[in-house]
């Protein structure tokens, strides 16, 4: 069986891949625990060593790697390239902490000695989504080679080739063969793998519906899972905001990577004295942007990463519509090829409307109308999913507080938009899942914390 990839702006096929059988992934299985029993009584210097080769290739090939993301997901290039330059950033940062993050802690004890080791566990599984390609496994791959484990990768169907491609980075790094591997599998052979006996835990990003049926196989088997779902991430803007940069930060936040990101700013949840100005300039704002051809430049906006979520979204949108929402901006398939959707406003947002409770993963816009503060931070909490969440004022101490205390996220910012940093644990809570990837926290997700005790 084959995976044929198309180009999503030019609805072309671009090549083929031959999928594994099971057989053959769980034999790739084999190899990479075997090469770990070696590699897990490395030293953290020789680790570091591939790792920064690592990064070096990725920053001296990040237009080749730009170029492949294109024409995989349509990412726009110039965002491929930054995403190149940031999995560069994960792995100079795990390859220069992780030796501090997993170093013993002494405990005292009525042991004549006792601490806490941390050790790697094996084999870990990834299962990765198209959105960013190279980022979502290398911010799981770092760390975790890092921490002394081996990887396998099932990465998403339409974007084989940078699943190989980060093969390639990490043997042309000089890592040992096998250790890192990707498999070619589609999903229904997700299950066989995560039963094979060396796979040790799991990793997901991705939709709620995958995660939990990971979960729930990876559960029965009493491995270790990460998931990181999806998320519907509330902006709330309150009477105090400083109203332009405020704008000018969600419609940045709502359409990077062409809306189609987990922590993408999704409902704009303005208090009613600032609704009007807030849409009047949202729609100033959303209009700006150039809808294109990745490859170009000037473009801000490529295609989605494939026609079928291109009418999945514009379905909700037009359900949203029919429920009473309005649209100010957008809504409509253009009339070209390629899977391309507008940037688009939907305002008079309300409960039950696709636009207020699902996920809307692309350039759409939910504007949501609230009394007061209180009733703002009501409407942000009113979600199945808890990602990321934002908070805008001139308040920084009230902002602060309504970060910490009050919005139910993973991630809350205040005068900012969510985004990941190698430096910061990433992760959610309720249907955006459980565990977390970077810091500290995210490297010590996958080893054995384990005590020893020297009487």
Known sequence: MSTEVINPAT????????????????????????????????????????????????????????????????????????????????????????????????????????????????????????????????????????????????????????????EEIF???????????????????VNDIISHEKIRAVTLTGSTPAGKAVAARAGELLKKTVLELGGSDPYVVLEDADLEPTVETCVTSRLINTGQSCIAAKRFIVVKSLKAEFEKLMVEKMKEKVLGDPSDDETDLGPMAREDLRDDLHQQVQQSIKAGAKCLLGGKVPDRSGAYYPATVLTNVKPGMPAYGEELFGPVASIIEADDEQDAIRIANDTSFGLGAAVFTRDEQKGEWIAEKDLEAGGCFVNSFVKSDPRLPFGGIKESGYGRELGVFGIREFVNIKTVYIK
Not at 177 to 189: A, P, Q, R, V
Request: glycine share 6%; hydrophobic share 40%.
């Open 171 to 189: 043997q042309r790094a000089g890592f040992p063969e096998h250790l890192f591997t990707t498999l070619l599998i589609g999903s229904d052979k």
């Open 11 to 166: 609805g072309k096929k671009i090549r083929n891949y031959e999928e594994l059988s099971v057989d053959d992934a769980s034999k790739a299985v084999d190899k990479a625990h075997e090469v770990w029993v070696q590699w897990r009584n490395t030293t953290f210097k020789e680790r570091a060593g591939y790792m920064l080769n690592a990064a070096r290739i990725l920053k001296e090939e990040k237009a080749k790697w730009g170029r492949l993301m294109t024409e995989e997901m349509g990412k726009v290039t110039k965002s491929g390239i930054a995403e190149a330059e940031k999995c560069a950033w994960v792995c100079e940062y795990y390859a220069q902490n992780a030796e501090k993050f997993l170093q013993s802690e002494k405990i005292e004890t009525d042991a004549s000695k006792s601490f806490v080791s941390y050790q790697p566990i094996g084999v870990v599984l990834a299962i990765m989504p198209w959105n960013f390609p190279f980022w979502q496994v290398m911010r799981f791959a770092a760390p975790a080679l890092m921490a002394g484990n081996a990887g396998v990768l099932k990465h998403a169907s339409n974007v084989p080739g940078c699943g190989k491609a980060i």
